[in-house]
């Protein structure tokens, strides 16, 4: 059995992205196991800024060709500067490790480059930078679901979402929905 279908077979990757939308990513994210003291409401706060401002911020090209020539110079330079930031809070010592990631809103696998040593069931957060031009992250209330060996010595670590707020709930999956969204339009260019 190949690594691709022994992941796709596992209970955990079926209770957390079996007839769901789901996508696979690459982000800074942590978990630190302890008492789930998540900031839901900052989290909550951060999604919704962060679609209004992605909103804006479209990538769909007719409609940054209706902005006026200064105003894409300004967003350019805006650009420019959150990616600096950016790169200054990643170089930082308590940055958040970059990860490759499968995400649902029930929950999140992360590639992990050695064991965890976490135990299922252990509850704790899950620190994530939803935007790759956001130096800020989330934090969402996860436990262990499971742990298995990948392939060149990597291990998936499966995170089960805690008991969400509604309004952090709704903000999670329309942010899923625009990163899947996205993920498909650059499939698409690049055919």
Known sequence: MGQATAIAGHGAEIELFSDTLSCDVVLPARFDPG?????????ESLL???AIAEDVRSDDNEERGELPQ???RVEAKLDLILGVLGKLTRA???ALPVRHARWSHRGLRLDLPATSGFSTGDSGVLLLQPADWLSDHIELPARVLAEMPGQDGHHHLWLRFGTLLPGLHDALERHL?????????EARRLR
């Open 35 to 43: 008492p789930a003291m998540a900031a839901q409401h900052a989290a």
């Open 48 to 50: 919704h800024g962060l």
């Open 70 to 72: 200064s105003m894409q």
């Open 92 to 94: 930082r010592a308590d």
């Open 177 to 185: 929905f625009r990163l899947h969204r996205r993920q498909i339009a």
